[in-house]
């Protein structure tokens, strides 16, 4: 990709990769068709896909032209679904681990490969394991599996450690089958919870409190079958809106929901952008270099961690020193050394991240490591001198469908070399 063009035009966000995977695990609540539009067409849906017809489910997907790049999930859950998920696609994608829930509930077992070693952290399940013991199933783990068991799941009351996003959703997803009522406090409060619970209430369940850091969730007999539709991707968008700032660009991002990027739009307001809020999306343009600001990221509403890698990339090209605090995963600061390879300032220091800006960056080849490093490394390769070559580029095509078409259409000289995995 070449360096030195301003972001400039409009893009379009299908739904969050984040949402739509759990969508497709809580279709396994209810015996029979579940729709599900705006789902995002990337690997990790596929992967996702494959998941569910493991358990016996029937799955297809349509794209949907204009949609950039999303299409429906059909997913045909059969009566008696299969309980297993193995390894090969658990190492593949962590996000399998939320068959546990719903297949529990519905089933009252499973066995789900455990997933081994990340690139962002140890990334535990031990609130994801207790809380499901708490609601009465027996959970161990055997040759590499965690085998969960439950005649029958009854409803208590949860206080997780922290509020994780994974655990919480887990969570809810058994709960809406239990006998009685369950309690989440310090429950996560996502976009992407809620955009959960709005499917799971459309298809019978009795949720209250999802958005806010108590979870009221009412057991049901049965939950029937629903189309419904996936919440916009808050990170892409995110993502098109800190390039804008970083390319001193204009971008409009379509169907994007400004409220679920509240500090991070601030952010760019103080780096000095302009940002508009339309009808159906937001509008991020920027007229002078970015002057550095500090970016601490946290559960929701804070800064996102899956805008982290951007932030620092932000900093990079910014006027004085940033400092950006990672307080949701380790180790999510290993991408730098490949931002330094571009010719960044950064220092880092446990979780805190000192970047120094500079007026531009060198084109080197990097190595996407994952997801967000990968969409952190291309918006600095945007600002760099030179063609830089980013390459593992198949992890970013995990969170962004049509990427690079979708930089074209906004004026970036990008080809992929690559195929995608
Ligand atoms: C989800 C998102 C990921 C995002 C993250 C935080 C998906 C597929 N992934 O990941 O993109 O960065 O939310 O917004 O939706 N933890 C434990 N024990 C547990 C569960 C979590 O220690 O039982 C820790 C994790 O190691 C991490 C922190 O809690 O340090 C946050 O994790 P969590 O919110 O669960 O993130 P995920 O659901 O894995």
Known sequence: MSGGTALSGRVRV?????????????????????????????????????VLRRLGCDVTYERTPGSGGGGRVVVDVPEKPSTETDYDLVRRMRASISVLGPLVARCGSARVALPGGDAIGSRGLDMHISGLERLGATIVSEHGFLVATAPRLTGTSIWLDFPSVGATENLVMAAVLAEGTTVIDNAAREPEIVDLCSMLTAMGARIDGAG?????????????????????????????????????GDVVVERA???????????????????????????????DRPRAVDVVTLPFPGFPTDLQPMAVALAAVSTGTALIT????????????????????????????????????????????????????????????????????????????????????????????????
């Open 257 to 287: 929901v400004a409220e679920h990027l509240t500090v991070a739009l601030d952010k760019l307001t103080d780096a000095g952008a302009t940002v508009e809020t339309l009808p159906d999306g937001f509008r991020v343009a920027m007229q």
């Open 326 to 421: 990672e307080n949701v995963f380790e180790g999510r600061f290993m991408f730098v050394n490949e931002l330094v390879r571009l010719g960044a300032d950064v220092r880092i220091d446990g979780h805190h991240a000192v970047v120094r800006g500079r007026e531009r960056l060198s084109s080197a080849p990097v190595l996407a490591t994952d997801i967000r490093a990968g969409a952190g490394l291309v918006l600095a390769g945007l600002v760099s001198d030179g063609v830089t070559e980013v390459q593992d580029v198949h992890h970013v095509d995990r969170g962004y469908p049509d990427f690079v078409e979708q930089l074209r259409g906004l004026g970036v000289r990008i080809e992929r070399t690559q195929r995608p995995a």
């Open 14 to 50: 299908t739904g969050a990769k984040n949402s739509a995977l759990k969508l497709m695990a809580a279709a396994l609540l209810a015996p029979g068709r579940t729709a599900i539009d705006e789902v995002p067409d990337i690997l990790d849906v596929a992967i996702m896909s494959e």
């Open 212 to 248: 806010t850091s108590t979870i009221t969730v009412e057991g049901v007999e049965g939950l029937s079958p629903v189309e419904c539709t996936t919440v916009p991707d808050r990170i892409v968008a995110g993502t098109w809106a800190i390039g804008a700032v970083m390319t001193q």
